[in-house]
Nanobody
Framework: QVQLVESGGGLVQAGGSLRLSCAAS????????MGWYRQAPGKQRELVAK???????NYADSMKGRFTISRDNAKNTVYLQMNSLKAEDTAVYYC?????????WGQGTQVTVSS
């Protein structure tokens, strides 16, 4: 089993910043990628950003230039630095880990941006 523990969510004013962290533990053998999805109320879950073990990164278009994903391979931890936050960034943010053809999800952390 793989466990993902997210932290760093909360309430922030528009224009502010937050940093999310996700630490993976358990049966970690060969991580292919880690990343973040989000789900806003009444909307489908969407990709925020993902980083592979080789360092390849992809972002959703609406996050480019504002969000930065990074990873500490030694700690099996992925981070999401979110700047210039907007009200529409309000969502539950989920950490993901891809390993050996399987995707694992964290419990989610709430990010609320007040306008």
């Amino acid at each position: 089993q793989v466990q993902l523990v997210e932290s760093g969510g909360g309430l922030v004013q528009a224009g502010g910043s937050l940093r999310l962290s996700c630490a993976a533990s358990g049966s970690i053998f060969s991580i292919n990628a880690m990343g973040w999805y989000r789900q806003a109320p009444g909307k489908q879950r969407e990709l925020v950003a993902k980083i592979t073990s080789s360092g390849y990164i992809n972002y959703a278009d609406s996050m480019k230039g504002r969000f930065t994903i990074s990873r500490d391979n030694a700690k099996n931890t992925v981070y999401l630095q979110m700047n210039s936050l907007k009200a529409e960034d309000t969502a539950v943010y989920y950490c993901i880990l891809d390993q050996l053809g399987q995707r694992y999800w964290g419990q989610g952390t709430q990010v609320t941006v007040s306008s």
